[in-house]
């Protein structure tokens, strides 16, 4: 009954046709990772062939469904509160784009407090001395503004030394 969670399954989904022309390209629902030996959903490369979202894919990532929902509603908030900008050069902060360093990988979780959303960093395998997926630190890419202060109060339960409104980097 559930073959595929341990991977005996053929797919994950029952295929639409058998039949190439109909429903072309491989069968990725089932696509094991040659890193970690797990099953997992896949991304894709440059090149459109499937990767390890937790082994290779370099910079920011969701890999839950429900947080890029988030990311999106607080996308839509910080455009309302005329904050789209800053909260676009965080998030670009957290992928490393302005490095150009592809060594890690941040991934985007979620948070309590409004608007806000946790983040751990991990070394990839081909850039971590154990030849595994390595943990670095965690933190937090809080909110602050006229309903949530970072004054150490509830909803956020954080402090801050940043002035202003908008998302900062927390430990």
């Known amino acids: 009954m559930h073959e595929h969670h341990d991977g005996k399954g ?9 039949h190439p022309e109909l429903c072309p390209g491989g069968d990725w629902s089932r696509y094991e990772c040659g890193i ?4 997992v959903k896949p991304f894709s490369n440059d090149q459109g062939d499937p990767i390890c979202p937790t082994c ?3 910079g920011l990532v969701i890999l839950d469904d429900e947080q890029l929902d988030r990311l999106e509603q607080v996308r839509e908030f910080a455009r309302l509160m005329g904050l789209d900008r800053q909260l676009e050069r965080q998030r670009c902060f957290l992928a490393r ?3 150009g360093e ?3 990988q941040c991934v985007l979780s979620y948070d309590f407090a409004p608007h806000s959303f946790s983040f751990a960093r991990y070394i990839l395998p081909a850039y971590a001395r154990s030849g595994e997926r390595t943990f670095s630190y965690n933190r ?12 150490g109060s509830f909803p956020s339960l954080c402090v801050s030394l940043a ?3 908008g998302w900062f980097c927390h430990t």
């Not at 970690?36 to 099953?39: I, L, S, T, V």
């Not at 937090?140 to 004054?151: E, F, H, K, S, V």
């Open 10 to 18: 053929k797919w994950l989904y029952e295929p639409a046709s058998d």
């Open 36 to 39: 970690c030996g797990k099953f």
């Open 56 to 58: 290779e894919v370099t």
């Open 97 to 99: 784009e302005w490095s």
């Open 102 to 104: 592809k060594t890690d």
């Open 140 to 151: 937090g890419l809080i909110w602050q503004g006229p309903t949530c202060p970072a004054d």
């Open 163 to 165: 002035s202003g409104n």
